[in-house]
């Protein structure tokens, strides 16, 4: 029986010949998420009568979220989940300023191809990107795992993507991400596996694919699969931590659904509060002012990203009445940013740089709106509040855009200044 990826890799985690839709398997994870969320997952493990978790190695902590800490509460969580680690004896363990999580395990050799990653974290399909499934869980299913080392999963329908062509000059893979959620909506893809394919697909860099894996959590995706490539292959030469086994789905498996796309028809896009979906092209909003542009997060934080925004810096301000905050993903990505000279370029422009973590696009700190004000942030989500306040409004662009919108104070595209 021919099959998709997500049907041929849970049958692989399962010991089973096949899977089909629907289908509950049991599955040990190779890697193990959660990040400050730790802390309560303990507390509920504790509850459980959990007192040493299965397979130290399986497990991966990074705090990431309100780093470094904003308030005595979070720093009383860090301290709680500092002590946890050293009690287990979990290696994979990632402090503050390491960066964050999806792009910590990217980087630490921990999202393999053919493997199973699970999250207590929504975004954990971004694992996609090295061609593994990954998957959100929730807090209690993590304190099972921690427990018994597996779970139980339903084997989900599954929803092709093909992009064929190339994308245009100034268009990003933030932009097609945009463009297939406000086309599709933010339940398009619902508790489903999302694969990507196509010419497009195969030609994207690292970086790219993992934007897109990452925003299918926004069309409400289980997970979201990009095959992997020799460029896959060619990063993990010295970061992989173990052996690992591509999965790819049957060139004749069948899928729930199959959409296509020309990335050549893709323009610069905008996500408008208070929806991921609610999109429109970059033209609609020129001219819109701006309080507070954010280059960051896990969905744009990476090298690529920052090179992109300095280039359009480069030389130029960002506006007086605006202020622009750039977060580095990694610790990694930093020290990359600081030799290309990325990072003397944004401040040099007037902007601030803070430490690798999550910052504003929690809206914990390091970027909280006041009441009334306009963000545009390269961030996976605008929903009311989500970061830090609620009488505010978020816009979701491409890192071009946003630095762009930096230097004029209004919504621009980089073409337009």
């Given at each position: 029986?021919?099959?998709?990826?997500?049907?041929?890799?849970?049958?692989?985690?399962?010991?089973?010949?096949?899977?089909?839709?629907?289908?509950?398997?049991?599955?040990?994870?190779?890697?193990?998420?959660?990040?400050?969320?730790?802390?309560?997952?303990?507390?509920?493990?504790?509850?459980?009568?959990?007192?040493?978790?299965?397979?130290?190695?399986?497990?991966?902590?990074?705090?990431?979220?309100?780093?470094?800490?904003?308030?005595?509460?979070?720093?009383?969580?860090?301290?709680?989940?500092?002590?946890?680690?050293?009690?287990?004896?979990?290696?994979?363990?990632?402090?503050?300023?390491?960066?964050?999580?999806?792009?910590?395990?990217?980087?630490?050799?921990?999202?393999?191809?053919?493997?199973?990653?699970?999250?207590?974290?929504?975004?954990?399909?971004?694992?996609?990107?090295?061609?593994?499934?990954?998957?959100?869980?929730?807090?209690?299913?993590?304190?099972?795992?921690?427990?018994?080392?597996?779970?139980?999963?339903?084997?989900?329908?599954?929803?092709?993507?093909?992009v064929n062509g190339r994308l245009n000059a100034g268009v990003t893979a933030?932009?097609?991400?945009?463009?297939?959620?406000?086309?599709?909506?933010?339940?398009?893809?619902?508790?489903?596996?999302?694969?990507?394919?196509?010419?497009?697909?195969?030609?994207?860099?690292?970086?790219?694919?993992?934007?897109?894996?990452?925003?299918?959590?926004?069309?409400?995706?289980?997970?979201?699969?990009?095959?992997?490539?020799?460029?896959?292959?060619?990063?993990?030469?010295?970061?992989?931590?173990?052996?690992?086994?591509?999965?790819?789905?049957?060139?004749?498996?069948?899928?729930?659904?199959?959409?296509?796309?020309?990335?050549?028809?893709?323009?610069?896009?905008?996500?408008?509060?208070?929806?991921?979906?609610?999109?429109?092209?970059?033209?609609?909003?020129?001219?819109?002012?701006?309080?507070?542009?954010?280059?960051?997060?896990?969905?744009?934080?990476?090298?690529?990203?920052?090179?992109?925004?300095?280039?359009?810096?480069?030389?130029?301000?960002?506006?007086?009445?605006?202020?622009?905050?750039?977060?580095?993903?990694?610790?990694?990505?930093?020290?990359?940013?600081?030799?290309?000279?990325?990072?003397?370029?944004?401040?040099?422009?007037?902007?601030?740089?803070?430490?690798?973590?999550?910052?504003?696009?929690?809206?914990?700190?390091?970027?909280?709106?006041?009441?009334?004000?306009?963000?545009?942030?390269?961030?996976?989500?605008?929903?009311?509040?989500?970061?830090?306040?609620?009488?505010?409004?978020?816009?979701?662009?491409?890192?071009?855009?946003?630095?762009?919108?930096?230097?004029?104070?209004?919504?621009?595209?980089?073409?337009?200044?």
């Open positions: 029986m021919s099959q998709t990826f997500v049907e041929k890799i849970l049958a692989k985690k399962a010991g089973l010949d096949e899977t089909q839709p629907g289908q509950i398997v049991e599955v040990t994870p190779d890697t193990a998420l959660s990040h400050d969320n730790t802390a309560p997952i303990y507390g509920i493990f504790q509850k459980m009568g959990g007192e040493k978790v299965f397979n130290p190695d399986m497990h991966a902590i990074v705090i990431d979220h309100a780093t470094p800490a904003p308030s005595t509460k979070h720093a009383e969580n860090h301290r709680i989940i500092r002590q946890f680690v050293n009690e287990q004896g979990i290696k994979n363990f990632f402090d503050v300023g390491r960066g964050i999580c999806h792009q910590v395990l990217v980087e630490e050799g921990l999202s393999l191809p053919g493997e199973v990653v699970l999250g207590s974290d929504s975004h954990t399909p971004h694992a996609g990107a090295m061609g593994a499934f990954g998957a959100g869980i929730g807090r209690s299913e993590m304190a099972s795992i921690w427990a018994l080392g597996k779970l139980w999963l339903r084997v989900p329908e599954s929803l092709k993507l093909v933030k932009d097609l991400a945009l463009h297939i959620i406000g086309d599709l909506g933010n339940d398009g893809g619902l508790s489903m596996s999302v694969e990507w394919h196509g010419e497009a697909i195969e030609s994207f860099s690292l970086s790219s694919r993992a934007v897109l894996s990452n925003m299918m959590t926004e069309m409400g995706a289980k997970n979201s699969y990009i095959p992997p490539n020799q460029v896959v292959f060619d990063y993990l030469k010295d970061r992989a931590k173990r052996p690992y086994e591509p999965v790819y789905p049957d060139l004749d498996a069948r899928y729930t659904r199959v959409v296509e796309y020309d990335a050549g028809t893709i323009e610069p896009m905008i996500a408008a509060p208070h929806r991921v979906d609610n999109v429109r092209p970059v033209s609609e909003f020129a001219g819109m002012y701006v309080d507070q542009v954010f280059l960051g997060s896990c969905t744009n934080g990476r090298l690529e990203d920052l090179a992109a925004a300095a280039a359009v810096l480069k030389g130029r301000r960002v506006a007086s009445s605006t202020r622009m905050i750039v977060i580095p993903a990694s610790s990694e990505v930093y020290l990359e940013a600081l030799k290309a000279g990325y990072i003397q370029t944004f401040i040099e422009a007037g902007a601030v740089i803070e430490s690798p973590g999550c910052g504003p696009c929690m809206g914990n700190h390091m970027g909280v709106p006041a009441e009334g004000e306009v963000s545009i942030s390269t961030a996976n989500r605008n929903f009311q509040g989500r970061m830090g306040t609620r009488e505010s409004e978020i816009y979701l662009a491409s890192p071009e855009v946003v630095a762009a919108s930096a230097i004029s104070g209004m919504i621009t595209h980089p073409k337009d200044l």
